[in-house]
């Protein structure tokens, strides 16, 4: 198992993590497999989508913060963060993408991304591959 962090800059933002995640598969010693990107963490996300237009990043999350509202929720009472824990389990802690020749199999415009909904903080990343 490997790890890496990421210091977030703001409350809600979506960061780029591929090449990170790149160097530690090609440094890994299986050829072909299963790479798994885990976040242990409840206010943050992986997801794999379009990097080239940083527009979707704001876009989702403009369309989660649309979909659950701040400060209604019971766990609101406790830290005030629970649209952040909702939206985290919305997009979920880790992606698994295919290994091939030491690449992650991606599409042309996929790439991972760390999903912050309670920066700034500091995140760890954990890459499992197999
Ligand atoms: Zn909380």
Same mark, same amino acid.
């Given at each position: 198992?490997? +790890?890496?962090?990421?210091?977030?800059? /703001?409350? @809600?933002? =979506?960061?780029?993590? !591929?090449? /990170?995640?790149? !160097?530690?598969?090609?440094? %890994?010693?299986?050829?072909?497999?299963? @790479? @798994?990107?885990?976040?242990?963490?409840? !206010?943050?996300?992986?997801?794999?989508? +379009?990097?080239? %237009?940083?527009?979707?990043?704001?876009?989702?999350?403009?369309?989660?913060?649309?979909?659950?509202? +701040?400060?209604?929720?019971?766990?609101?009472?406790? %830290?005030?963060?629970?649209?952040?824990?909702?939206?985290? !389990?919305?997009?979920?802690?880790?992606?698994?993408?295919?290994?091939?020749?030491?690449?992650?199999?991606?599409?042309?415009?996929?790439?991972?991304?760390? =999903?912050?909904? %309670?920066?700034? /903080?500091?995140?760890?990343?954990?890459?499992?591959?197999?």
């Amino acid at each position: 198992m490997k +790890e890496f962090f990421v210091k977030t800059e /703001r409350k @809600c933002q =979506v960061i780029d993590i !591929t090449p /990170r995640v790149q !160097t530690i598969v090609a440094q %890994d010693g299986s050829t072909d497999g299963l @790479c @798994c990107v885990f976040v242990p963490h409840a !206010t943050a996300a992986v997801t794999i989508n +379009e990097n080239a %237009d940083p527009n979707i990043g704001e876009d989702l999350q403009d369309a989660l913060t649309k979909l659950v509202p +701040e400060g209604v929720w019971r766990h609101d009472r406790i %830290d005030d963060n629970a649209a952040a824990h909702i939206k985290a !389990t919305i997009i979920g802690p880790s992606e698994m993408v295919p290994v091939k020749d030491r690449r992650l199999v991606l599409g042309t415009w996929q790439s991972i991304m760390l =999903v912050e909904f %309670d920066g700034p /903080r500091e995140r760890r990343v954990i890459v499992q591959i197999r």
